[in-house]
Nanobody, 123 residues
Framework: QVQLVESGGGTVQAGDSLTVSCAASGITFSTYAVAWFRQAPGKAREFVAVLKWDGRTTDYADSVLGRFTVSRDNAKNTVNLQMNSLKPEDTAVYCC????????????????WGQGTQVTVSS
């Protein structure tokens, strides 16, 4: 019954902006920490950003700090990742994860997952 669905991925050029979203059904996002991870071909999955249930406390990977912003819209049961000044190295499948009792950078701490949305940044 629980489902997370990412959307908003696409192909853009370096320097452009893009927003990906994670919409939930079956759970109420307002009580969950929601994190974003990404994985590029041939590379390990890496942490991108996380937003605590309070909608204020955040943590970002050094590679995206200052360029990406994570936020939530509880009325829409959605968490967004705003990506600015995109670089080719940001190219990856972006997935969201959620957990009611966790707030961390470790993917194993998240109970629910979406299947991801592809973001491609060309030079």
């Amino acid at each position: 019954q629980v489902q997370l669905v990412e959307s908003g991925g696409g192909t853009v050029q370096a320097g452009d902006s893009l927003t990906v979203s994670c919409a939930a059904s079956g759970i109420t996002f307002s009580t969950y920490a929601v994190a974003w991870f990404r994985q590029a071909p041939g590379k390990a999955r890496e942490f991108v950003a996380v937003l605590k249930w309070d909608g204020r406390t955040t943590d970002y990977a050094d590679s995206v700090l200052g360029r990406f912003t994570v936020s939530r819209d509880n009325a829409k049961n959605t968490v967004n990742l705003q990506m600015n000044s995109l670089k080719p190295e940001d190219t990856a499948v972006y997935c969201c994860g959620a957990d009611e009792s966790r707030f961390s950078r470790a993917p194993e701490n998240y109970m629910y997952w979406g299947q991801g949305t592809q973001v491609t940044v060309s030079s």
